[in-house]
């Protein structure tokens, strides 16, 4: 019988939560990928997930590509020497990829690593020795917005899409910048991914609504480590829905890329409606668009 499809009271079903445990835990999975744009229920699924691993007595770490962010220092250095947008975290270039790599091998390989957090409020990387420590887990639970999303084709990139675009990246220079790393940086860490767990959106324009949904959250939970609650913005404070309404255009293009792409790439496809309700679960086809062998 096929488990609830359903979250309630902003939680997934168990029955669903336990099996999704048990498709990550078969055999040669040790890094569990979950992605899904922004506010559909990751972290909140990742964190159910790892609950349900440990009362069966199982070890395991949960990790978010938001955890790998560059530092506000670093970023504020790319906005100065290639472009400003550059400044806001989130897209596809501003994350520190060899240390999400570094840390994932770690996890994989059994050794004790710290795992970077991100303090989202004060748009900043949590200072290391606040960092909690992981030994030997049995999984790895690594979620993400964009979670093995291909780039575009060039010619895709030619016309803006939205008014920061238009505005903000009127020669293209910086969208292009996020599609060549994308298509660069990124393989290496879908690479390390076993296996995919897809949380597919009904369509871009839910993302407004979700996104500011998780920053009201992000605000009251204020900012506790280990949350990995969506945000890419902000400035020490959060942001408001007009900060919100400009702040989803930096995410636009490659959240419309994943939602063509990633149902032929995930191994595993839960299906949204506009409420974040689960209305489908179905095997994907992976390795349909060639970025990665198909898994078994």
Not at 225 to 233: A, R, T, V
């Amino acid at each position: 019988m096929a488990p609830p499809m359903h979250m309630a009271k902003g939680r997934f079903e168990a029955g669903l939560v336990a099996a999704m445990l048990d498709d990550a835990l078969r055999a040669d999975v040790r890094i569990y990928g979950i992605s899904g744009l922004q506010g559909s229920g990751k972290s909140t699924l990742a964190g159910q997930m790892a609950s349900e691993a440990g009362r069966r007595g199982l070890r395991c770490a949960v990790l978010s590509i938001d955890d790998f962010y560059l530092s506000r220092a670093r970023r504020l250095r790319l906005a100065r020497e290639v472009h400003p947008l550059l400044e806001t975290r989130g897209p596809p270039g501003t994350h520190d990829l060899p240390l999400a790599i570094e840390v994932l091998d770690a996890l994989r390989a059994g050794r004790g690593t710290l795992l970077p957090r991100f303090d989202k409020l004060a748009d900043d990387r949590i200072p290391a020795d606040r960092w909690p420590s992981a030994g030997q887990v049995d999984l790895v639970l690594f979620e993400g917005w964009f979670l093995c999303t291909p780039p575009e084709a060039p010619a895709a990139l030619a016309t803006p899409l939205n008014a920061l675009e238009r505005d903000e990246d009127a020669d293209g220079l910086w969208r292009r910048g996020c599609n060549a790393a994308l298509a660069r940086g990124y393989p290496a860490l879908w690479g390390r991914i076993d296996r995919l767990l897809l949380l597919q959106a009904p369509s871009f324009d839910v993302v407004p609504a979700w996104r500011w949904e998780a920053e009201q959250a992000l605000r009251a939970a204020r900012t506790i480590p280990g949350d990995s609650g969506e945000g890419m913005g902000g400035s020490g404070g959060g942001m408001d829905r007009a900060g919100i309404d400009r702040f989803v255009q930096h995410c636009e293009r490659v959240s419309r890329q994943a939602l063509r792409t990633l149902p032929g790439i995930a191994d595993r496809v839960i299906a949204l409606d506009p409420h974040r309700r689960a209305t489908a679960w179905t095997a994907g086809t992976p390795g349909a668009t060639g970025l990665n062998p198909p898994r078994s």
